[in-house]
């Protein structure tokens, strides 16, 4: 088994922060055009560069983030699967929300539900949250089953703020999973 501090583990994967050596794999995520099908536009490397150095910020701010995730057996970098604050004007905001994105060669092996059940833990447990949400592009109907799959329910439909200038991706489905409910999931 590949070792390496962690801030935590699931059963096959390993969540940290990120590092510069983490650019290279991460940007190559992101310059994926099936990866990044529900964005606005894949990322340059420069744009991948100034997001990892905001999530670093965020994790300095809040004490978590979109952490790095890793395969433990090989500490292949997958993407990332994590959490972040949210304060653009919604329904839905402030409020934190978990999200993942993850190479191809991740997918369908039951990573982003085993990251997120671990992150709701994560959230719920050691960083004392009362709610989560999440939200996807109306299209993007993997991201919702993963959703459905953690035990999260629909809050609502909302034109996202953000992507106000890209209309085919503005409207978005809002999920949240409050610490109760997730208490009684998981008895």
């Known amino acids: ?21 983490d650019l ?21 490397k420069k744009e991948t560069f100034e997001f990892i150095e905001r999530l670093k910020t965020h994790y300095k701010t809040n004490g978590y983030n979109y952490f790095a995730t890793e395969i433990l057996e090989t500490g292949e970098l997958i993407g990332f699967i994590g959490l972040a604050h949210q304060d653009y004007i919604s329904d839905f905001t402030p409020a934190t929300d978990i999200g993942w994105r993850l190479k191809k060669s991740a997918w369908g092996n039951g990573y982003a539900t085993e990251g997120a059940k671990k992150c709701l833990e994560y959230a719920f447990t050691e960083l004392k949250l009362n709610h989560i949400i999440s939200f996807f592009t109306e299209k993007n109907i993997k991201s919702e089953k993963v959703m459905l799959k953690i035990g999260m329910t629909k809050a609502g439909v909302f034109n996202h703020p953000k992507l106000k200038d890209y209309p085919d991706y503005e409207k978005c489905i809002c999920y949240k999973i409050t610490k109760r409910d997730w208490l009684l999931i998981n008895k």
């Open 1 to 21: 088994m590949y070792r390496k501090k962690y801030l935590f583990k699931s059963e096959r994967l390993g969540y940290r922060n990120w590092t510069e050596n």
């Open 24 to 44: 290279a794999e991460f940007a190559k995520i992101n310059s994926d055009k099936e990866v990044m099908e529900h964005f606005p536009k894949p990322l340059t």
